[in-house]
């Protein structure tokens, strides 16, 4: 049997920290927002009973250090499976962009192997086995407009985000994202950003009101560092954007408009500044309608 699965990524219309756990974990409110960027994921029965990983970037580890290994590793051995899979990824979210890329591959590699041997679990029993091997999978399984609480894996479902399009810009900058929930640990957090009046905007249908509001706490860490995202960020918004903001830890900002032209012109010029050398122009999307 074979089949290939669209891995999204997404972006955080608002990110807040509200405390720390025993074992390290950060506990998190956040709006989750899938956007039509995404990896390919092809599964194809192995008779050998190994699992076999290639991905189409020799930068990429396909060894059981990466998620999907683990994935498949934690269902064969819960369910007793004594197929084999050979997965192939084709991957085009960027990597360590704050974009949940390596979650949302191993969100596809639950699904799909779910699947491909018969396991029967449900997407909320496959997020409870996804909770030991990262806190962003559970949302990458169900996927859309989501609150997320707790560690991430809290997840309440919440109208579509308002029709928009989406300037997504990752300069070329690696970001530690244990650096930043360090540097974010030093000090109290002055400003907390509005959940519930961005989820009460969306539900609305106020694009505009969202944007207002869009904060994320640890780009107030990320940008003091890297001053790429603020300059991505300018150059968005002198270019049309609504608002433009940094995602998960960063350092990729994306900026959102309501004019098309626009979108066009604010990509050209991010492109012509050399800032980003990963650059999309996409939409927000729900993979479930």
Request: aromatic share 6%; proline share 3%.
């Amino acid at each position: 049997m074979k089949q290939s699965r669209k891995a999204y990524g997404k972006i955080n219309l608002g990110l807040d920290v509200t405390g720390k756990r025993a074992d390290g974990y950060h506990i998190v409110r956040m709006i989750m927002q899938n956007v039509d960027i995404y990896d390919t994921l092809t599964f194809e029965d192995n008779e050998t009973g190994e699992i076999v990983l290639t991905a189409s970037s020799e930068s990429i580890p396909t060894d059981d250090s990466n998620l999907i290994c683990k994935v498949a590793k934690q269902l064969k051995e819960k369910f007793n499976v004594d197929k084999g899979i050979k997965i192939h990824l084709e991957k085009r979210i960027p990597v360590a962009a704050g974009m949940a890329g390596g979650s949302t591959d191993g969100a596809a590699a639950y699904l799909a192997l779910n699947d491909i041997w018969g396991l029967g679990q449900s997407k909320e029993e496959l997020c409870k086995l996804a909770v030991s091997l990262g806190a962003d999978i559970s949302y990458c399984i169900m996927g859309g407009t989501m609150v997320a609480e707790g560690i991430g894996e809290e997840l309440t479902a919440i109208a579509d985000m308002p029709e928009c399009l989406i300037v997504v810009a990752k300069p070329a900058i690696g970001v530690s994202t244990g650096w930043v929930y360090t540097e974010l640990d030093s000090k109290p957090i002055e400003k907390h950003p509005d959940i519930d009046g961005i989820r009460s905007a969306i539900e609305n249908g106020d694009l505009k009101g969202m944007c207002a509001l869009i904060d994320n706490v640890l780009e107030h860490v990320t940008a003091s560092k890297y001053e790429e995202i603020g300059k991505i960020e300018k150059l968005l918004e002198d270019n049309g954007a609504i608002r433009a903001f940094m995602t998960g830890s960063g350092p990729t900002v994306f900026g959102i408009f309501d004019d098309e032209n626009k979108a066009r012109e604010a990509y050209k010029a991010v492109e012509e500044s050399g800032l980003a050398p990963e650059l999309f122009l996409t939409k927000p999307i729900n993979p479930n309608r």
